[in-house]
């Protein structure tokens, strides 16, 4: 157990808050809210899932924490510090496979951010680099140029390039949406297998309800466009092996229905009787 100079057990404070964040875009037409007043904690390790359907912001959350878009409301606070502009402390990998500039190899766009950074010279840089493919099982693949590896292998370079950066919070946008449904289950078990050897915090966005009870930990369920709180609850006793299970069903039904009923039929709770904050 870590203390600070109060005494105070630093593992349990937020790593990550979001204070009632407001978020807007622009249309050729007008301002359109994408989120409303959205608050929650990520604390270290945690693997936090942001879950809801298509066009509740989840994904633009995410890129408010990346600070690449500007809250109309509310705060985002990383160490207890306001967020006001990109950094290496949060690091994001999208869905998109083509994130890799293609005439770097592959261990020169792990590389590359450090480098670009200099937050290490060429040496250590190449090693750290070496270590995290090694990670991801892709040190053998190191000169490899990113037109001849697949889309899963793409996926695990930017991980791995992401990771080097030892950010405080790896955030990551449905980065597993594009692949095929076999490649997809494989991903999700190394990123698990990856966060058991390496123990990163995770902000992690899906729209689908087995794969955030078996990659998070915990669950912020977001409503329909508006996004706005409807849950927040625990996925610790969830895994690959209870897929299937009469648990792991009811769970996916009670999920399925906060999301999809108004908050009226819901006797207006939008705080589940599941949640639990981390013990």
Known sequence: MANDPQGVDVSRRPLLSVDNVSLEYKTPERRVRATHEVSFDVFPADRFILLGPSGCGKSTLLKA??????????????????????????IVVFQEFDQLPPWKTVIQNVMFPLLASKSL???EARERALHYLDKVGLAGFANAYPHTLSGGMKQRVAIARALAMQPRILLMDEPFAALDALTRRKMQEELLALWDDVRFTLLFVTHGIEEALV???????????????????????????????????????????????????????????????AA
């Open 65 to 90: 924490v990346a600070a690449f878009i500007e809250p109309v409301g509310g705060t985002i606070s990383l160490d207890g510090r306001q967020v006001t502009a990109p950094g290496p402390d949060r």
């Open 121 to 123: 010279g060429r040496g």
């Open 215 to 277: 990659v998070g930990n915990r669950i912020l369920l977001l409503s329909p466009h508006p996004g706005q709180v409807r849950a927040e609850l625990n996925a610790h006793a969830f895994s690959f092996n209870s897929q299937g299970s009469s648990a792991f069903q009811r769970a996916s039904q009670r999920i399925h229905d906060l999301l999809f009923t108004t908050p009226s039929q819901q006797g207006e709770a939008r705080i589940d009787p599941l949640r639990q904050r």
